[in-house]
């Protein structure tokens, strides 16, 4: 006998909060208001063609690329540290990875605002050592700067749980058939890890493109990425339809740029990548 | 006799401060069909290992062709491996897999697909290369391994108890065939099993192993018909191991009963172990013998008939014979003076 009620409360909380919303979302973006009567329209989406506003959304998918490309970087040699074989030190490794994770969100970001600031730590320390002052918030690296570091758990965890599983003697026959440790890498340890980076890059990208305490935090008021572009709609101009209509054209980008990713992780797992 | 391709001198291995090898010493002939045999952790696998190259001696030197390769690394080695679970890749189809080494080595394209395609012809598996590995069977994927270690023309071939994953049958017929490809080819074969039929079936040489040493080195005739202890008699082939007095030269008293034997050269009344292989007994009418016992159980095993015989001193024998005594029924047993084998005691074990 299926027990499909059991999925009953989740599939309500679904309704709720997921699809509701969705559909209002949808509505919104379809729709303004004209002498107090709903009317459909396609405006909304055109405004959002506008130059202004193309470049707001390329600026984030720029800045969401480059943290990403940051996190893979930093990320596959820590995964590949973690899934080696020492064990004694790997656990707290994992738990100084893990840590920070713990903390509120908004709270790490805050803490990268004192460091950062004009006054704050980095610079005080440069100061104590007869160095120049640098200006290092509000810039677009201190926006990379906090997205990657709220950002590389996601990078390195499922990269670290792929490599993890790894027979050990593929490697073993790898180095077996000639291949020296570079080689090894390069032909059998990558491509087996590109499931877990497919999923590590979709995990930060996602967020990075969507991001707006990030870029307000570290990037300042005036600075504007297309999250920060679709929260000034609802909280400042209440303009709910245009809101609406960046929100749904940066989903089908997100959905789109999923769709790929898969295709490209299932074409990948056939030939490798090199 | 042909030379020394790989020896072993002095091999300690040590892992967290259990020995898993402890002292091993011993040479492999260029072309030989070599098998380490033993049961599980008696350090069979680990020395397949080092002269793999997958792990480092403690202590003691690993030879090729007389060259010192303990230091070497596995990818610089002339030897390659069959590994237990036949470790194919994943990504790659057949032909890559096949093709891993040769494209390491940076062989010309047309070169590599024609030893790949000779060595599916090796292994009956034309016409795979396309195919992933996964929708391969077990035997199927054991021949891509076998064909992956050897289109690299490697001087020696380790396998790691290649065919253990394998049925009966299938296991069989790979053997026949992995002896086959060795007089084929004219490498020398190291391969690692707990499975003495299939030793006694391939090999040329057996080294019998047991918690990290070396028990006996021969050919398998001799494994089989003069194990030097108990320990081997009893792992090679089912035996009656019992114990004996020697009372002189050529005279052995073992069940109750003095037996006329062909081994001398032991002490005056030292005590040693007997053992008789079952086969070797054979069935009498209870006056032709003076070792007698009582037939306590009888299973039929095809060839032959296995029965359980209690002498009168308790001993349980086992007896295979075509010839059936019921249940029962006392029956002398005979054994002829060179079917007795005299081992010294082991003291430690």
């Not at chain 1, 990320?75 to 990875?97: E, N, Q, T």
């Not at chain 2, 016992?293 to 349980?316: A, C, L, P, T």
């Amino acid at each position: 006998m299926k027990k499909t009620w059991v999925s009953y409360p989740y599939i309500l909380w679904m309704i709720i909060f997921t699809i509701v919303p969705l559909l209002l979302v949808l509505y919104y973006s379809f729709t303004k208001t004209e002498d107090g009567s709903v009317v459909f329209t396609l405006e909304n989406f055109r405004r959002v063609l506008e130059p202004t506003y193309l470049k707001v959304l390329w600026r984030s998918v720029v800045l969401a690329f480059i943290s990403t490309v940051v996190c893979f970087i930093v990320g596959y040699p820590v995964a590949m540290i973690l899934a080696g074989k020492d064990m004694s030190d790997k656990s707290i490794l994992v738990l100084l990875l893990v840590v920070p994770m713990w903390m509120n969100f908004l709270l790490r970001t805050y803490a990268w605002m004192t460091l950062l600031d004009r006054k704050g730590v980095i610079n005080s320390i440069l100061g104590a050592i007869g160095l120049p002052q640098v200006h290092l918030l509000y810039t677009d690296f201190a926006v990379i700067l906090g997205m990657v570091y709220n950002f590389l758990p996601f990078m390195v965890l499922p990269i670290y749980s792929v490599l993890r599983k790894i027979d050990r003697s593929l490697i073993e026959a790898a180095e077996d058939l000639g291949s020296d440790s570079i080689t090894v890498f390069r032909k059998v340890i990558f491509p087996l890890s590109l499931p877990g980076v497919v999923s590590g890059i979709t995990m930060v990208f996602m967020p990075a493109v969507t991001t707006f305490i990030i870029s307000k935090l570290l990037g300042g008021s005036q600075y504007m990425l297309i999250g920060n572009l679709i929260e000034d709609q609802f909280m400042r101009v209440y303009d709910w339809n245009f809101g609406s209509a960046i929100s749904i054209i940066m989903m089908v980008l997100i959905l789109l740029s999923m769709g790929i990713m898969t295709k490209y992780d299932k074409e990948g797992a056939g030939g490798g990548l090199f | 006799m042909s030379k020394h391709i790989i020896e072993l001198v002095d091999v300690v291995k040590d892992y967290d401060g259990t020995e898993a090898l402890k002292g091993i010493n011993l040479y492999i002939r260029q072309n030989e069909f070599i098998t380490f045999l033993g049961p599980s952790g008696c350090g069979k696998t680990t020395t397949l290992r080092l002269i793999g190259g997958f792990e480092k001696p403690t202590s003691g030197k690993i030879l090729f062709e007389g060259v010192d390769i303990t230091d070497v690394p596995p990818y610089k080695r002339k030897v390659n491996t069959v590994f237990q679970k036949y470790a194919l890749f994943p990504h790659m189809n057949v032909f890559e897999n096949i093709a891993f080494g040769l494209r390491i080595k940076k062989l010309d394209k047309n070169l590599i697909r024609e030893k790949v395609s000779k060595m599916l012809q090796l292994v009956n598996l034309e016409g795979f290369e396309k195919r992933s590995v996964d929708s391969l069977s077990g035997g199927q994927q054991q021949r891509v391994a076998i064909a992956r270690a050897l289109v690299n023309e490697p001087e020696v071939l380790l396998l790691d108890e290649p065919l253990g994953a394998l049925d009966l049958k299938l296991r069989k017929e790979m053997q026949l065939e992995l002896k086959r490809m060795q007089k084929q080819l004219g490498i020398t074969f190291i391969y690692v099993t707990h499975d003495q039929e299939e030793a006694l079936t391939m090999s040329d040489t057996i080294v019998v192993m047991q918690s990290g040493t070396i028990q006996q080195i021969g050919t398998p005739e001799d494994i089989y018909n003069e194990p030097k202890n108990a320990f081997v008699a009893d792992f090679i082939g089912e035996s009656n191991i019992i114990d004996g007095v020697m009372l002189c030269d050529y005279r052995v008293k073992f069940a109750g009963c003095e037996f006329e034997c062909v081994d001398k050269g032991f002490g005056i009344n030292e005590n040693v172990d007997v053992v008789v292989r079952p086969e070797d007994i054979k069935l009498v009418s209870k006056d032709e013998s003076p070792l007698h016992g009582i037939v306590r159980s009888v299973i039929f095993k095809g060839v032959h008939y296995e029965m359980q015989v209690d002498d009168h001193n308790g001993y349980s024998w086992i007896v295979h014979s075509t010839r059936m005594a019921p249940v029962n029924t006392e029956v002398g047993m005979y054994i002829h003076p060179q079917d007795i084998q005299i081992m010294k005691k082991v003291s430690a074990v």
